[in-house]
């Protein structure tokens, strides 16, 4: 069932939806300004546009950029100087979650926490003898 929920733009009232993440008004503001965005990089020469120039010639928030960047609605493969933060580092990237640099970190990290998890069963194994007991009262 449908949520009542406030937007996170504006702070008004409505009813959640999958699709959008704002109220009505605050998606039809938003919807104007990807439209000027979108006309501003589709002449040639700001293809290549910084994403301080697109925000500075347009208006648009750097958040309204990642967001439609991130949804896939300004591609990095036509327009290549857009992109978003990685979820740890914060470094702009164009696909994903995580940059390069982050996601080798923590495969590495998980490999050696593989290693010292196998090392460690291996010692508790060697450590497990067979306990031989001798019965003295029987002689």
Same mark, same amino acid.
């Given at each position: 069932?449908?949520?009542?929920?406030?937007?996170?733009?504006?702070?008004?009232?409505?009813?959640?939806?999958?699709?959008?993440?704002?109220?009505?008004?605050?998606?039809?503001?938003?919807?104007?300004?990807?439209?000027?965005?979108?006309?501003?990089?589709?002449?040639?020469?700001?293809?290549?546009?910084? #994403?301080? $120039?697109?925000?500075?010639?347009? *208006?648009?928030?750097? /958040?309204?950029?990642? +967001?439609?960047?991130?949804? &896939?609605? %300004? #591609?990095? $493969?036509?327009?290549?100087?857009? *992109?978003?933060?990685? /979820?740890?580092?914060? +470094?702009?990237?164009?696909? &994903?979650? %995580?940059?390069?640099?982050?996601?080798?970190?923590?495969?590495?990290?998980?490999?050696?926490?593989?290693?010292?998890?196998?090392?460690?069963?291996?010692?508790?194994?060697?450590?497990?003898?067979?306990?031989?007991?001798?019965?003295?009262?029987?002689?």
């Amino acid at each position: 069932m449908a949520e009542l929920i406030n937007c996170p733009r504006c702070g008004s009232i409505y009813v959640e939806n999958k699709f959008r993440d704002v109220c009505d008004k605050c998606n039809k503001d938003e919807d104007r300004l990807f439209r000027e965005v979108y006309d501003f990089l589709r002449k040639r020469e700001n293809r290549a546009a910084s #994403q301080e $120039r697109v925000m500075e010639v347009t *208006g648009v928030t750097e /958040d309204m950029l990642y +967001k439609w960047v991130k949804k &896939g609605r %300004l #591609q990095t $493969r036509l327009f290549p100087n857009l *992109g978003y933060p990685c /979820d740890k580092c914060g +470094k702009i990237i164009s696909g &994903g979650k %995580l940059c390069e640099s982050c996601s080798k970190d923590i495969t590495n990290s998980l490999k050696n926490l593989e290693a010292q998890e196998d090392f460690a069963k291996k010692i508790r194994e060697s450590q497990q003898g067979t306990y031989f007991t001798t019965n003295r009262d029987n002689k």
